[in-house]
């Protein structure tokens, strides 16, 4: 497992951009698959976006596709997600997740992973 700490949250005004990290410990970074999450109050934690250990598979969820970006510096032992063009709705605590390859499971199933952050609030005013 890898310790994963996000940071990068905030609050933002509709149509603006944020850019999260998620920064994890251990040198064995480029071994994890890892996800984005996000749960709003009152609601089940739902899946954002994935990316493969390399880098160069994305997955996203419909919701945000077009607008988030997920990307890895595994150079740098970090994870990022791009948020532009934020809604209300996106308002959340956004979590990172890794699982170590190769992947079992869905990229989409957070019971797939093991390893959370303790999340960062994203709020988008209207």
């Known amino acids: 497992q890898v310790h994963l700490v996000e940071s990068g949250g905030g609050l933002v005004q509709a149509a603006g951009s944020l850019r999260l990290s998620c920064a994890a410990s251990?040198?064995?970074?480029?071994?994890?698959?890892m996800a984005w999450f996000r749960q709003a109050p009152g609601k089940e934690r739902e899946f954002v976006a994935a990316?493969?250990?390399?880098?160069?598979?994305?997955y996203y969820a419909d919701s945000v596709k077009g607008r988030f970006t997920i990307s890895r510096d595994n150079a740098k032992n970090t994870m990022y997600l791009q948020l532009n063009s934020l809604k209300p709705e996106d308002t959340a605590v956004y979590f990172c997740?890794?699982?170590?390859?190769?992947?079992?499971?869905?990229?989409?199933?957070?019971?797939?992973?093991?390893?959370w952050g303790q999340g960062t609030q994203v709020t988008v005013s209207s």
């Open positions: 997740a890794s699982k170590r390859t190769p992947v079992t499971g869905s990229y989409y199933d957070g019971g797939t992973y093991d390893s």
């Open positions: 251990g040198r064995t970074f480029n071994s994890y698959a």
């Open positions: 990316v493969s250990w390399s880098g160069y598979s994305t």
